[in-house]
């Protein structure tokens, strides 16, 4: 397996506990879909994305989770730029999200990449 191949799956691994995570908290109060939008908005406020990608990233975030998690998890190459590009980078405290990662990488065989 390449080096690109493995970030894709420790993304995908990341991806599935973070949409795990959301499923289990009601929409409007879930804290994992409010940070990802602030994220979004301050990536936008400082130029740091297209409109175009903001405006995806905005209506992905606006959906239900099952069909989030359809088009975050689709394989091929859509499925892998939304997941290279994700907004869910820093949706758990710090320790968390590093036993987290600890975790993807003893699965994953290694790597030092983040969710990102």
Do not use: Y
């Not at 799956?9 to 949409?19: D, E, G, Q, S, T």
């Not at 400082?46 to 992905?60: F, I, M, P, T, Y």
Request: charged share 35%.
């Amino acid at each position: 397996m390449n080096h690109e191949d493995r970030l894709d799956r420790m993304r995908i691994a990341w991806l599935k506990i973070v949409l795990d995570r959301m499923e289990s908290c009601a929409r409007e109060d879930c804290r994992i879909r409010a940070k990802a939008k602030r994220l979004l908005d301050l990536k936008r406020s400082r130029g740091l994305v297209s409109e175009q990608h903001a405006q995806r990233w905005k209506n992905l975030l606006e959906m239900d989770t099952d069909d989030l998690r359809k088009a975050l998890l689709t394989p091929g190459a859509q499925g892998r730029e939304f997941r290279h590009a994700h907004l869910f980078a820093g949706v758990f405290p710090p320790r968390e999200q590093n036993r987290i990662l600890q975790d993807i990488r003893k699965e994953s065989g290694g790597g030092t990449a983040g969710p990102g």
